[in-house]
């Protein structure tokens, strides 16, 4: 194993950590030193990796979002507006059912909906860019509130603690069920294979 | 004026000055002395009527707690299914838009979400007789989700700082369609007088 792996994996498990502690305190009761206690190293190999808090609570989301963010992108390049619908709204639901544990972070806690504020800075862009392939790019105000409803209530179910014993091809078939009535959509035909 | 009103009339503005302040800093970053400054009363006269802030932050959730049991009730009392689900719907929504402050609060802080779940206690009955008037007695794990995704979907997009300046009525008719529509029922007729 070289070193590059080493640190590599750390800065995995210490993400991994964070989470952890984020989940159980609140980003805003978890210190850098209950991080470096629970993944059994000291301070000082936390701040090789991170400076600040604010910085670990950035790079939990930031996996996600880059993945939600190559779901638009993958959603704007489709052709016919129904692919486009359809392959946002699968992304969207696999992304939540994946990271049901930042999801269920991001539901609850305003120290990571802050951290996700902060990493879309500029990127107002992301929520119209999501709008846009959901409901088309000139969304009346009745799209967008659809839009809302469809998104938090897929976001508060996956990530909810009441859902958390379902396993992630069920929840996905249900979210994705309740994702295509409330945007209109016909049913799938058949399941993927 | 009588001393009673007065005293009333304290523990209202105490309790909508308690939600500012859980809005502004949070439930977790309040105290009681922050309520108490910003009431220009003293700590003493907030004591009079709470001994502790999970008081305080029970008593600020209660109302609408109050509202949204009666709206079951009233609910299970109908006597068809499509007039029980319209009559919760309908109640819900109306509560979400009608308390808005207090569901945005809830939709992003611990601190009064474990204030509800403590009032709570004990009424896990309440979340199944919501259940119960929207999808029936015996729901199954897709009518579950549904509900979930339709209740917390409303809360998120009521509650939600991009919808704060839209007036109750349009709000209210926009989060009942989506609501009519995840729970596939018709979209009204005509809206009430």
């Known amino acids: 194993m070289t070193a590059g792996t080493t640190t590599e994996d750390t800065r995995s498990r210490l993400l991994a950590t964070a989470l952890r502690q984020f989940t159980l305190h609140g980003v805003e009761g978890t210190s850098l030193q209950m991080i470096a206690a629970d993944l059994g190293v000291t301070k000082a190999a936390v701040y090789y990796h991170f ?3 604010d ?3 950035e790079a939990v989301a930031a996996p996600a979002l880059a993945e939600f963010e190559t779901v638009i992108d993958e959603a704007a390049a489709q052709r016919t507006r129904g692919a486009q619908i359809e392959h946002a709204l699968v992304g969207f639901v696999d992304l939540v059912v994946r990271h049901r544990p930042l999801v269920a972070l991001f539901n609850s806690d305003p120290g990571i909906q802050r951290a996700i504020e902060r990493s879309l800075k500029g990127a107002e862009n992301f929520k119209t860019r999501m709008m846009s392939v959901l409901v088309g790019p000139d969304p009346t105000l009745a799209d967008q509130i659809t839009v809302h409803v469809v998104l ?3 976001a508060l179910a996956g990530g909810g603690e009441e859902n958390a014993e379902i396993d992630d091809e069920t929840l996905r078939e249900h979210l994705m069920a309740a994702g295509r009535r409330l945007l209109g959509r016909p049913r799938r035909r058949s399941p993927r294979p």
């Open 51 to 53: 400076k600040t808090k």
């Open 55 to 57: 910085e670990i609570t």
């Open 152 to 154: 938090g209530g897929l």
